[in-house]
């Protein structure tokens, strides 16, 4: 809930004040303190308070040494209000991570957000305001500059430049994974073998996309994992076919529209392993409803003639859906057109764009695809690495994930509609978590909004050369 600017509280003037670091609480109620001196290194990095993101406040580590904030007090401007930092909550040197208060206490338009030692007495550092986020109240440069409006949200990475006193860090420099380093194993041993690649997450099923032609449905296995669901015939995955029940899709992304998998769950594929040698860059979509072991597409959109060629076996790499609602208001732009975005345009569709992602030129793909079979480019441009093995559209954060595995040591690069009405606004590079190898990750999910846990929630990859037998692992990702 976003607070009102007439809340409770004290106020300070209509001015952006900054706290200094640590300023002992002694100095303001006469009780002593004591603090570790490492922990001058927090400060409070980024505050967003439009509602369009959940309220988040979002801290930054400026120091060189790995500083544990478990317990640690974040308020706004009444000290009644108290949101208490998980207990494993670390952040190493240049790490961020954002809290979602929203579910303790809203943000109002003039307001504060501080952030205190677990004694709940210590102030470590502040930030207050007076007016709104519009999107972002962002430190220029990270952890050191004074605040000001950025134009784009980056919790979880570096700090964009902005329109009134923002700015610093290049968001295209790579950062540390916006989570925790820890990564564990998330299927039991020899489950799937190799080629293992697209995910999806639709709550509670987990679906996957494996190069052989195959999809999976997946159930939580209740240690935070997931194993093959047993029932309708999925226990060994479903082999896929094109339109007409003939050839082997190379399935290598899985995507769902708004209206989930009882709308069809949608595959990219680059080939038909009956011919491998020649691509076929296609989205099929299937009704998983059906019984039996194998699933017929019941439409395919084409897309090999409207694409730059490429290789048979470095093509479409990933899928993804934006809905219309969120590009529109975004001011997205139609290339097709040279026009904004009009949904009204193309007729019975998905309510959004299918994003494809190629491995050969790291390029990535627009298109309405329509209920009629027709296929229309709407967008295309470079994701900034070399290859694209995967992509994800994450809802809550409104941000596109664009994913490579080692062919770019696993990096991950978040994309947003900037003021020309393209994706090619990065908003941060983030490396692969610490503790995680430079696998051979070719599929990556994101848990949903409802998954989000003291700041938190899980996230998936999928590794297709099946590294000690496992092929799913999981991680954290800040929400």
Avoid at 76 to 96: F, N
Wanted: aromatic letters at 8%; one cysteine or more; hydrophobic letters at 35%.
């Amino acid at each position: 809930m976003t607070v009102s600017t007439a809340r409770r509280g004290r106020r300070v003037p209509a001015r952006l004040l900054v706290v200094g670091p640590l300023l002992a609480a002694g100095a303001l109620t006469g009780v002593p303190t004591v603090h570790a001196a490492a922990a001058d290194d927090i400060r409070v990095n980024e505050v967003v308070t439009t509602g369009g993101v959940d309220d988040s406040i979002e801290l930054y580590n400026k120091g060189t040494a790995t500083i544990d904030v478990s317990g640690w007090i974040l308020k706004d401007d009444d000290d009644i209000h108290s949101y208490k930092i998980a207990a494993g909550t670390a952040l190493g040197p240049g790490g961020y991570r954002a809290f979602d208060v929203h579910g303790t206490f809203g943000l109002g338009s003039a307001d504060e957000a501080r952030l205190y030692l677990a004694d709940g007495v210590t102030l470590v550092d502040g930030f207050s305001w007076s007016g709104h986020s519009s999107p972002s109240w962002s430190r220029s440069p990270d952890g050191t500059g004074i605040f000001g409006q950025a134009p784009a949200v980056t919790l979880g990475g570096p700090n964009g430049c902005g329109s009134t006193g923002g700015g610093g860090g290049d968001p295209t420099t790579p950062v540390a994974w916006p989570g925790g380093s820890g990564v564990a194993t998330a299927d039991a041993s020899g489950v799937f073998g190799q080629d293992l690649s697209g995910l999806h997450q639709e709550g509670d099923v987990l679906w996957g996309a494996q190069n052989s032609g195959k999809l999976w449905r997946l159930v939580r296995d209740g240690s935070g994992g997931w194993k093959p669901d047993t029932t309708g015939g999925w226990t060994s995955g479903k082999t896929l076919r094109f339109t007409g029940g003939t050839g082997s899709p190379d399935s290598e992304g899985v995507t769902l529209t708004g209206s989930g998998s009882a709308a069809g769950v949608f595959v990219a594929s680059e080939r038909n392993g009956d011919a491998s040698g020649t691509s076929r860059l296609s989205v099929l979509k299937y009704d998983v409803s059906s019984a039996g072991s194998s699933l017929t597409a019941s439409k395919e959109w084409n897309l090999t003639s409207d694409l730059p060629a490429t290789g048979s076996n470095l093509g479409l790499e990933g899928i993804t859906w934006i809905p219309d609602t969120y590009l529109t208001g975004a001011g997205f732009k139609d290339a097709s057109t040279g026009a904004a975005y009009d949904p009204a345009r193309y007729g019975a569709h998905s309510g959004g764009v299918f994003f494809v992602g190629v491995e050969g030129t790291g390029a990535i793909h627009g298109y309405v695809l329509a209920d009629s079979g027709s296929s229309t480019r709407v967008a295309s441009f470079g994701s900034g690495m070399s290859g694209v093995m995967e992509l994800q559209w994450e809802p809550q954060a409104t941000r596109l994930w664009a994913v490579c595995d080692d062919t770019c040591d696993g990096r991950h690069r978040i994309l947003k509609v900037d003021t020309t009405g393209t994706f090619t606004t990065t908003t941060a590079v983030h490396n692969r978590p610490a503790g995680m190898p430079d696998y051979n990750n070719e599929g990556f999910s994101l848990a949903g909004a409802g998954e989000c846990v003291a700041g938190s929630k899980p996230v998936y990859w999928a590794d297709d050369t099946n590294d000690g037998g496992h092929a799913l692992r999981r991680g954290a990702v800040t929400c």
